[in-house]
């Protein structure tokens, strides 16, 4: 496997400052990664703490169920995470490398994370779908074999990278050769975070758990604004609102780990077999909460 591991400084670029509404995302497969073989991966969500979040078990007029987490409120709203019932997982992350004045200039495909889970069954199937990579933004899959992610820049513009066997992981900026000119201002979280989970990642012995995962997912290590879990330096900032972690066996039942951290709420963890889910076994989780 062609390794990541100085793919975060392959370029300088302006640095910004301003901490922006973002996510971390990494990845790991093959039986030397993760104990037991398969995969696992996880998405940090970021954002400003100013809506709620729930799940949602979604059954599209037409393709496959999936289960995922959901933003409520005016903005951003919508699937931030999820899987179908064949065991595709999709995450994304926002392109904070291109200003937002710049970013919403650019025409996007929509609803790609449901399209993508209602549609595909795999990540191989996944990645076929190239009519969808379109308007800046990044894409995480996984299913029991490989891990991917796709880097979408402006007008179909786009670099996928795909293993059966190792690591993946992303911020908000640009990693791949061909996508470097997209990075119009890397914004210093990003590129924190960034370095923080590679050295996670390569500290942390392996083959991965899913424990290992979670572990990484609440390092404070660079404060508020910079570290993998964020807790942010005031309300108007990103914060970590969720984590959602998924472990995909060669066989048998895939395991959800999520933690909501809706703003003026406890905490809710969330921990399921994803078989029970879509075979109606937990209807707990959709209680609403008071």
């Not at 960034?194 to 572990?215: H, Q, S």
Request: one cysteine or more; glycine letters at 8%; proline letters at 5%.
């Amino acid at each position: 496997m062609k390794r990541l591991s100085t793919v975060c400084l392959l370029a300088v670029f302006h640095l910004s400052h301003s901490p922006v509404r973002a996510c971390t995302l990494w990845a790991a497969a093959g039986d030397e990664w993760v104990k037991g073989g398969g995969t696992l991966i996880v998405k940090n969500r970021d954002w400003r703490p100013d809506h709620q979040q729930e799940v949602r078990l979604t059954t599209p007029k037409s393709g496959f169920r999936y289960f995922g987490l959901y933003a409520l409120g005016k903005t951003s709203s919508g699937i931030k995470a999820g899987i179908n019932e064949h065991g595709l997982v999709v995450v994304t992350a926002t392109a904070g490398a291109i200003p937002e004045k710049e970013r919403v200039k650019m025409k996007g495909a929509g609803g790609v994370t449901s399209r993508l889970l209602s549609g595909c069954d795999s990540v191989e199937s996944a990645l076929q779908k190239k009519e969808l990579f379109v308007g800046p933004q990044y894409i995480m899959l996984a299913d029991r074999k490989h891990i991917a992610y796709v880097e979408i820049g402006d007008k179909g513009r786009h670099a996928i990278r795909c293993v059966d066997k190792g690591i993946l992981y992303h911020t908000n900026h640009y990693l791949e050769p061909s996508m470097l000119e997209w990075n119009r201002a890397i914004g210093e979280s990003s590129r924190i975070r960034c370095e923080r989970i590679k050295e996670l990642l390569e500290g942390t012995p392996r083959p991965y758990t899913l424990n290992d995962f979670a572990a990484m997912s609440k390092d404070q290590h660079a404060g508020p604004d910079n570290s993998i879990h964020r807790t942010g330096s005031s309300e108007k900032v990103s914060a970590t609102l969720a984590c959602w972690i998924v472990a995909l066996p060669p066989e048998g039942s895939p395991r959800l780990w999520l933690r909501i951290l809706n703003p003026g709420k406890p905490e809710r963890l969330i921990e399921a077999d994803v078989d029970d889910i879509f075979a109606g076994k937990r209807q707990d989780l959709f209680v609403k909460e008071k």
